[in-house]
């Protein structure tokens, strides 16, 4: 694999990257197979960390996914908010509110 000098890649890049060398591995497989092996393996190797970070990624367009692994997403548990996210869009803390009631 050849890697560009001066790129550093990115978490979400080394995230895209690894779930399309999964979708490659299944690539070979008839589709549902290679779709429920995709998801299979998701489910049970990646943290919910990770998870939640690729539903990010594709819920905002899934640029860089093989298609497999966008067919797959369908399938892949989707992990709950971290707990303690108490935080709006903007960045404030909402837990004071929540607590006052």
Do not use: C
């Amino acid at each position: 694999m050849s890697h560009d000098e001066g790129h550093i890649m990115s978490t979400g890049e080394k995230l895209v990257r690894m779930a399309n060398q999964i979708a490659a591995f299944f690539h070979s497989k008839p589709r549902e197979e290679g779709i429920a092996g995709v998801a299979e393996h998701i489910n049970k190797f990646w943290e919910p960390r990770m998870r939640r970070q690729l539903f990010e990624m594709l819920d905002s367009g899934g640029e860089g996914f093989n298609e497999l692994v966008v067919a797959a997403s369908v399938r892949i548990k989707r992990p709950s908010a971290p707990e303690g996210a108490g935080f709006s869009a903007d960045g404030r803390a909402e837990i004071a509110a929540a607590s006052q009631k």
